[in-house]
């Protein structure tokens, strides 16, 4: 029906544990970022958009179910993220590649940019 595939184009959410969504939102990946990235390659990418969502006789990969091209997507990208998380307590692979391994790792990045955030928050605030 209608409605089924407008929710399949827009509730990515369905696809993602609430866990997983509140542990980035409390690392400051907000749902609203996640909205726009995956609503853009729902609607700009025909691989996510209308070849995943035809039938199964028609689409791009028949061997998944119509829209599991664009579920996989989202779950891989939600795990990704998940993964390149870093905090002072956990800085993760990738910001401790930066250092060399005897170094100490160097955590003032982390509140240097959350000052940042938050005085972009300041700007972008209409009073």
């Given at each position: 029906s209608e409605e089924d595939l407008l929710d399949s184009l827009n509730n990515?959410?369905?696809?993602?544990?609430?866990?997983?969504?509140?542990?980035?939102?409390?690392?400051?990946?907000?749902?609203?970022?996640?909205?726009?990235?995956?609503?853009?390659?729902?609607y700009h990418n025909d691989t996510f958009a209308s070849m995943d969502q035809a039938?199964?006789?028609?689409?791009?990969n028949p061997e998944?179910?119509?829209?599991?091209?664009?579920?996989?997507?989202?779950q891989t990208y939600i795990e990704t993220l998940k993964e390149c998380v870093a905090t002072p307590e956990n800085p993760g692979p990738i910001y401790?590649?930066?250092?060399?391994?005897?170094?100490?790792?160097?955590?003032?990045?982390?509140d240097r940019e959350r000052q940042r955030q938050e005085d972009l928050r300041k700007r972008r605030e209409v009073p």
């Open positions: 990515w959410q369905q696809y993602v544990d609430p866990a997983d969504l509140q542990f980035l939102a409390e690392h400051d990946i907000s749902i609203e970022a996640l909205n726009e990235t995956f609503r853009a390659i729902r039938m199964r006789t028609e689409t791009i998944k179910e119509s829209g599991g091209m664009f579920k996989e997507l989202v401790q590649s930066i250092h060399f391994p005897s170094e100490p790792i160097d955590t003032e990045d982390f």
